[in-house]
C-alpha cells in the first residue's frame, strides 16, 4: 500500500530547524539550524566537511558558520531527519 503520510515532504520550512540532515546512506551531515527561502542551512559535522565541500558547493568552511543545501539537493524530509540526494546525482550535475 503507497504511504500518503504528509510527514515525507522536499521543502524545507522553520519546523526543520534542528533536524539531523544524512546523506543518502545515512551518514550525518549535520544539523539544520535554519531555514531561509527554500534552503537549508546546516551546522556541518567536522568529520563530513571535506567530503560534502564540493558537491555541495562549499568553500573555505568556517565551524562558526552555517552552510546552505538548496531544496534541490534534499531527497526527502521527515518528522526527524532531511535525507540529501545521491553523491552521485549531485556530483553528475556540477
Given at each position: ?5 504528509t ?77 540529501l ?10
Amino acid at each position: 500500500m503507497p504511504d500518503d503520510s504528509t510527514d515525507d515532504i522536499t521543502t524545507p520550512g522553520v519546523d526543520d530547524e534542528g533536524k539531523t540532515v544524512v546523506d543518502a546512506s545515512g551518514d550525518e551531515v549535520g544539523t539544520v539550524t535554519g531555514v531561509e527561502r527554500g534552503t537549508v542551512y546546516v551546522d556541518p559535522d567536522p568529520s563530513t566537511v571535506d567530503r560534502f565541500q564540493s558537491v555541495l558547493g562549499w568553500s573555505d568552511v568556517d565551524e562558526e558558520q552555517s552552510r546552505p543545501i538548496p531544496a534541490d539537493r534534499i531527497a526527502r524530509i521527515t518528522d526527524e531527519r532531511v535525507k540529501l540526494v545521491d553523491e552521485a546525482e549531485m556530483s553528475e550535475e556540477r
